[in-house]
């Protein structure tokens, strides 16, 4: 099961939970659930509560602002929807499009998801001299798309109003359209 997304107090976007965790800040009353996941209920001796897809927090809680997500190897594999940035097959491995050692660093703007096949025939190439060119270019996630993006492109349109706004494309963010 996916993991469950925190709303501020605000209903502003926070952070993803695992569900034990979520169930916690219910039952402590902490958190209500403001969207259940259909037709699945927790059941105990004394608690009988729907399954949490989003929840809000009762109080408010200051969050320093960050302008972009921070780079890790998972966010790298979200952002791209597991799809290798060659091929379009499942991605399970991140490639540095200017590899390591030709000076290329963690960043969202050097690294693409990729298969391992892909990964490995690429090597310390750049996609141009490999011959792979690249599906789609990659881009910084604003911290509120990295955790939508983390909840899975089907559930980002059963998000409570308000929560998922109109998104562009990731072509409409400086790449080209994913071939499909």
Same mark, same amino acid.
Do not use: F, M, Y
């Given at each position: 099961m996916r993991d469950t997304l &925190?709303?501020?107090a605000s209903f502003e976007p926070l952070s993803t &939970?695992? =569900?034990n965790r979520a169930v916690v800040l219910v039952l402590t009353d902490k958190a209500v659930v403001e969207q259940a996941r259909p037709g699945l209920r927790m059941? #105990? +001796?004394a608690v009988d509560l729907p399954v949490p897809r989003v929840i809000r927090l009762c109080r408010y809680v200051r969050v320093p602002f960050r302008r972009h997500a921070p780079w890790s190897r998972r966010g &790298? =594999?979200?952002r791209d929807q597991h799809r290798c940035a060659y091929c379009g097959r499942r991605a399970t491995t991140v490639d540095h499009v200017v590899p390591k050692a030709q000076g290329g660093g963690d960043s969202w703007l050097n690294t693409v998801a990729s298969c391992a096949e892909d990964n490995h025939r690429k090597a310390d190439r750049t996609p141009e001299? #490999?011959?792979m060119p690249l599906l789609h270019r990659p881009f910084v996630p604003s911290p509120a798309d990295a955790m939508l993006l983390a909840l899975g492109a089907d559930d980002r349109s059963a =998000? !409570?109003?308000g929560v998922a !706004? +109109?998104?562009a494309e990731p072509a409409a963010l400086g790449g080209p359209a994913r071939s499909a």
């Open positions: &925190v709303l501020n &939970v695992t =569900l059941r #105990a +001796a &790298v =594999l979200i001299e #490999a011959g =998000l !409570p109003d !706004p +109109a998104r």
